[in-house]
C-alpha cells in the first residue's frame, strides 16, 4: 500500500458543483498535512494546511479523520480556476514531505 | 507570484555538456530542497539541506551534484546527464520545524524545465 493514496481521477464537473476528493494514508502516526495544488507545468502551490481538526478558507474545506486515516478536501461553487491537480501531501519527521499521486480537477462550463 | 526564484526557467543540454541550476529565497528559511518532477507524477525528493549542510541525499546518481553556498542560495551542478533526466526540477524551501511551533509546508520555486538530448 503506498503511504499517501489519492484517486487519480480526472473528476470532471460543472462550475457550480461541489467536489470532494479523499486521500489516504498508511502511517497511523502522521500528525500533518497539506493539500497543494498544481497547475499543467507549473509548480506545487501550498492551497491548505490541514491539523488535527481540519480547517475551512473560503470555498475550500479539509478535514482530517484519523480513525479512518483519511483526509479530505471539500471544494464549494467549484470556478474554471480551480481546474488542477490536487497533491495530498504527508509532513514527515525532518523537515520532509510525502506526495499522493495528486488527482486531477476539471471543472467546465 | 512565488517568493522561491529559479534559474533559468528552460534549459536544453547535450549529454557531455556541464551546467548548473539555481535557486534563491529570502525569506530566512534554513532548509531547502531539490525535487525531480517526471510529467503527470508527483515531484520526488532528490536532496535536503539543513543549515547549509545536505541532510538527505535520496540515492541520486553522482551527475548531479548539490551545493549550498549560503542560507538563501542552493545549486544544481549537472554533468554528464542521460535523457531520462528530462524533467521538471523544483527547488523548495521551508522553516525548520524545531523554530516554530507547528510542521511547516515547503513553498516552491516555480522550476527549471529540463530537456536532455
Known amino acids: 500500500r503506498k503511504e499517501v493514496e489519492q484517486d487519480p481521477g480526472p473528476f470532471n464537473v460543472p462550475e457550480g458543483a461541489t467536489v470532494a476528493f479523499n486521500c489516504t494514508y498508511s502511517?497511523?502516526?502522521?500528525?500533518?498535512f497539506f493539500w497543494y495544488r498544481q497547475d499543467c507545468r507549473k509548480e506545487p502551490k501550498l492551497l491548505m494546511s490541514v491539523y488535527s481538526s481540519g480547517n475551512e478558507d473560503g470555498r475550500f474545506t479539509a478535514q482530517l479523520n484519523r480513525a479512518s486515516q483519511y483526509i479530505s478536501l471539500l471544494i464549494r461553487d467549484s470556478k474554471l480556476s480551480d481546474s488542477a491537480t490536487y497533491l495530498c501531501v504527508r509532513y514527515n519527521a525532518g523537515n520532509m514531505l510525502t506526495f499522493g499521486g495528486g488527482t486531477r480537477l476539471m471543472v467546465k462550463p | 507570484d512565488t517568493e522561491v526564484t529559479q534559474t533559468p526557467k528552460h534549459l536544453v543540454m547535450g549529454m557531455t555538456n556541464k551546467k548548473s541550476l539555481k535557486c534563491e529565497q529570502h525569506m530566512g528559511h534554513r532548509a531547502m530542497y531539490w525535487y525531480k518532477q517526471k510529467a503527470k507524477k508527483p515531484p520526488e525528493l532528490m536532496f535536503v539541506?539543513?543549515?547549509?549542510?545536505?541532510?538527505i541525499n535520496e540515492s541520486v546518481p553522482s551527475r548531479f551534484s548539490p551545493e549550498c553556498p549560503n542560507s538563501s542560495l542552493l545549486n544544481l551542478h549537472l554533468h554528464a546527464l542521460q535523457p531520462e533526466d528530462s524533467a521538471l526540477y523544483l527547488c523548495a524551501s521551508s522553516q525548520m520545524t524545531g523554530e516554530v511551533m507547528r510542521n511547516q509546508p515547503q513553498h516552491f520555486g516555480d522550476g527549471t524545465r529540463l530537456s536532455i538530448l
Open positions: 502511517n497511523s502516526a502522521s500528525q500533518s
Open positions: 539541506y539543513s543549515y547549509e549542510k545536505l541532510s
